[in-house]
């Protein structure tokens, strides 16, 4: 864990590679952010990385989001994805729950042309599908926006776990 001390004393190269795996394989966040540096706390930092992702082009946001793997999957995923999915149930999925999931990934996907994307923390594997299929029938633009929000969420955890919140004393 980093003091938010620490995160403001990195360079640029440091920083994205130390900040930008919150945003599952999108470093180009943290690299954007750099700019508003240094900061005052995490939730500020978290702010200012929400901001640029949700001003870049349409381009980079469904990278990002398409960057995120499936719920449930059975598929290698980044280390921070399976903790956040393990701890919802997500890895003792019965024979049918896995096939539902795979299913309901299938068919939301090639909907929206990106992976169903939820902040699983603190969720069950229960309410985690009723998410996905009460979703499924939003609209493109609706879930886009829904999409990003929930990866903000993902990332003010991975945030929390990563950096503590004590302002530096020459910016308090």
Known sequence: MYSLQDVNDLTKPEFTAT???????????????????????VEEMHDKMVHEMMIAETTLQLSLLRAHPDLGTKLSISDASKQEQEGAGLSQLTAQEYNKFSELNKNYTEKFGFPFIMAVKGQSKENILAQ???????????????????VSKIAKFRLDDLVMDHAPSNLA
């Not at 919150?22 to 540096?37: G, I, L, N, R, T």
């Open 132 to 150: 996905m299929q009460k979703r499924y029938s939003h609209s493109y633009d609706s879930e886009m926006e829904t999409a990003l929000q929930e």
């Open 19 to 41: 900040i930008g795996a919150v945003f599952e394989h999108s470093p180009w966040v943290a690299q954007h952010s750099w700019k508003h540096h240094p900061f005052v706390s």
